[in-house]
């Protein structure tokens, strides 16, 4: 677990960038006062199969961005192995998280990490339900649970901003900007 940004949260930001890095795309959202928002996706996956180009294209991606919008406040979703497959994937994606921190550190930006069970319980209002919606519960058994899924997010996500959005990844990020602008 990193620990939490060394850089105080503003109390009203009026910038912020949300992030939901994975090891092939980088959904963002951006939000500023006045209600300007912006999202879309970095592709890392058509980049290369070395880790590090995607590492070095990220930053780079990363430095320009906190540049055109100069954020108080970056929101990132913690990584998790959720789709991963490989350790060399779940590797990239701790990297990349990590140089959200970094960089966040280096141009004293606040970067607050957020849980994807945050995330969905703000926009689906759960974020766990039993598998079987007619469970019924008998002593001492619990109901076999499930957590949201990217697709009820994008859902979701949809439905709220009447928009026709079809990353999960950009979803994700912008699940995040409206759970922090909550």
């Not at 290369?48 to 930053?59: M, P, T």
């Not at 619990?142 to 979803?171: C, L, V, Y």
């Amino acid at each position: 677990m990193i620990p939490s940004s060394p850089h105080p949260c503003p109390a009203a930001p009026c910038s912020v960038l949300s992030l939901d890095v994975s090891s092939v795309a980088v959904g963002w959202a951006t939000w500023a006062t006045g209600g300007e928002r912006a999202s879309g996706v970095l592709d890392l996956k058509g980049i290369s199969d070395l880790w590090v180009k995607r590492a070095d294209l990220y930053s780079r991606w990363l430095t320009a961005k906190l540049a055109e919008h100069k954020p108080d406040m970056i929101v990132i979703e913690q990584p998790f192995g959720g789709r991963a497959n490989g350790q060399d994937s779940i590797a990239i994606l701790h990297y990349l998280h990590r140089q959200t921190h970094v960089i966040g550190y280096r141009l004293a930006i606040h970067v607050r990490d957020v849980s994807r069970g945050e995330v969905a319980k703000s926009v689906l209002g759960w974020a766990l339900r039993p598998v079987d919606p007619d469970h019924k519960p008998r002593k001492g058994l619990r109901p076999k649970m499930r957590g949201a899924t990217k697709r009820e997010i994008m859902k979701a996500i949809n439905a709220r901003h009447g928009s026709r959005i079809t990353s999960d990844d950009q979803a994700d990020a912008v699940a995040g900007l409206d759970m922090v602008l909550a």
